[in-house]
């Protein structure tokens, strides 16, 4: 499958390969405050490693990651990414993201960007897109709701961050032409 380009009114959002991976990158993955809810926190990351690690999301059937970057700016300032993986089977996507660039946070280009790539998934035929996040990443639960995703369940004490255990939160949004079945709706036909 040819992943394409994908934009919004503000960002380009470019397939991100290994060898697009600079030391700036790098530098977010080593970032304590950049990864602080992120299972990235637990290794040192080096341009070695993240070029691994971005050549296997490829090499894995149905994942698939963009580089993030402003419109008009210069191409090669990437801001973060995002990442997608597709269970083709039962039509279900996982998505993850990382503004790395600090300067960049608090403008709201998390949440275009997942709108763009949840926009896609749908158009490719996913019928539903998940996200998990810790319960104290505020910036990750805001962009769920922003996004339309709803909150699904809680796996309490799932993670330790800073010594606490804290629970993941599990978001999802049904593609938009799904009719979400609900208990009223069962009854009304019985």
């Given amino acids: ?10 960002l380009l ?3 991100y390969y290994a060898s697009m ?9 080593n970032d304590p405050e950049v990864v602080r809810y992120s299972e990235q926190r637990h290794r040192r990351h080096s341009l070695e490693s993240t070029h691994i690690y971005v050549n296997n999301l490829w090499t894995n059937s149905g994942s698939y990651i963009w580089g993030i970057y402003i419109q008009g700016s210069d191409i090669h300032m990437l801001i973060g990414t995002i990442t997608a993986h597709c269970d083709k089977h039962n039509g279900v996507a996982n998505i993850g993201i990382m503004v790395g660039n600090k300067d960049q946070w608090g ?3 998390g949440v275009e960007a997942w709108d763009a790539v949840c926009k896609w998934l749908f158009e490719i035929g996913m019928r539903k897109v998940e996200a998990g996040c810790h319960y104290e990443n505020r910036p990750m639960r805001n962009l769920a709701k922003l996004c339309g995703m709803e909150l699904e369940g809680v796996r309490h004490d799932h993670f330790v961050v800073d010594g606490r255990p804290q629970h993941l939160l599990l978001y999802a949004k049904m593609a938009p032409e799904l009719v979400t079945i609900t208990a009223e709706k069962i009854n009304e036909h019985m």
């Fill in 1 to 10: 499958m040819i992943v394409p380009v994908l934009t919004t009114a503000r």
């Fill in 13 to 15: 959002l470019r397939p």
């Fill in 21 to 29: 991976v600079t030391d700036v990158h790098v530098a977010w993955l």
């Fill in 107 to 109: 403008y709201g280009y």
